[in-house]
């Protein structure tokens, strides 16, 4: 069956610019995770979709970091004036009902800021 | 301080050895356990849910003491396929998913 699925999976992107990432949960799954993840770190928890509603949104590190998921399904991770420091893997994961239980997670779009 | 934290090693070990790794979590509230394992370049993938009253799926045991906030994974007769980084993960107030830095295995021949 269909996992989670990132697009794209790789964005190169001038300093500056506004970039939006793409995830497709596993169908029927209610929670949605945004994580991104440095070279030889674990994942860094951004924000945590219950349905449509946002549950937790403490780990955005900023204002240019804004994430939607409008229909409870699709889910949009947005970055305005990207900077360097926001080079990283994004991971995006999906629950059956979230809540702490198990999650699965997509291959990441790899961003890289120039 | 990191509300999951674990020793990033790397442990080196032969073929067969066992090893033991160890993670401790911040919030006294949290419910849920796991250890996820992430090879090079890929995503995290589940490798077990850890209860207090331990976990065993074949060579891999988990173990929770939740009065010590510490999780455990132990991993008998080491295989070199199980070479990658093993996530330590707890579950946060709203539910959210923290996951700690890892913790790297490389099993030599």
């Known amino acids: 069956g269909a996992g989670v699925s990132q697009t794209p999976s790789n964005k190169v992107t001038e300093k500056g610019k506004y970039v939006e990432l793409r995830c497709d949960p596993i169908s029927g799954h209610t929670a949605l995770y945004w994580y991104r993840q440095s070279l030889g770190q674990g994942p860094e928890f951004l924000i945590y979709f219950q349905g449509t509603g946002a549950a937790d949104d403490s780990g955005l590190p900023n204002d240019r970091f804004f994430a939607v998921r409008p229909e409870g399904s699709v889910s949009t991770l947005k970055i305005q004036r990207t900077e360097r420091g926001d080079s990283a893997v994004y991971l995006c994961?999906?629950?059956?009902?979230?809540?702490?239980?198990?999650?699965?997670f997509g291959q990441g779009t790899r961003l890289t800021v120039v | 301080r990191k509300e999951v934290e674990q020793d990033p090693g790397p442990f080196n070990v032969p073929e067969g050895a066992t090893v033991a790794f160890n993670c401790t979590y911040s919030?006294?509230?949290?419910?849920?356990f796991f250890w996820y394992r992430q090879d090079c370049r890929k995503e995290p993938k589940l490798l077990m849910s850890v209860y207090s009253s331990g976990n065993e799926d074949g060579r891999f045991t988990a173990q929770l003491n939740r009065a010590s906030q510490y999780i455990s994974l132990l991993i008998r007769d080491s295989k070199l396929s199980d070479s990658a980084t093993y996530l330590c993960?707890?579950?946060?107030?709203?539910?959210?998913?923290?996951f700690g830095q890892g913790t790297t295995l490389q099993v030599k021949p």
């Open positions: 919030n006294s509230a949290s419910q849920s």
């Open positions: 994961a999906s629950s059956p009902s979230g809540g702490g239980g198990q999650a699965f």
């Open positions: 993960v707890a579950s946060g107030n709203t539910g959210k998913l923290i």
